[in-house]
């Protein structure tokens, strides 16, 4: 079991780390979802930080991806019937 004094030591690391990093300064707490215009803020900040991370992701996965798109369009269309 750890000593009273090595607890100490660990909570006054957290808080120097917590001081020297911001960028958890906008992260959501999972109990308190963020309203649209803080996740519209949110959102601009890191845009301008360089921090915000696009992801992109298919409108029709597994059915129509880019690598044959251009064969699959060039297909007859038949009806689904």
């Given at each position: 079991?750890?000593?009273?004094?090595?607890?100490?030591d660990f909570e006054?690391?957290?808080?120097?780390d917590s001081e020297e990093d911001d960028s958890h300064e906008y992260d959501a707490?999972?109990?308190?979802p963020l309203s649209?215009?803080?996740?519209?803020?949110k959102n601009v900040a890191d845009l301008?930080?360089?921090n915000?991370?696009?992801?992109?992701?298919?409108?029709?996965p597994r059915v129509l991806s880019v690598s044959d798109g251009a064969a699959?369009?060039?297909k007859p269309f038949k009806h689904p019937r």
């Open positions: 079991m750890a000593s009273r004094e090595e607890e100490c006054d690391k957290l808080s120097s707490d999972p109990e308190s649209e215009e803080e996740l519209k803020s301008v930080r360089g915000l991370v696009v992801r992109r992701q298919p409108l029709i699959v369009a060039r």
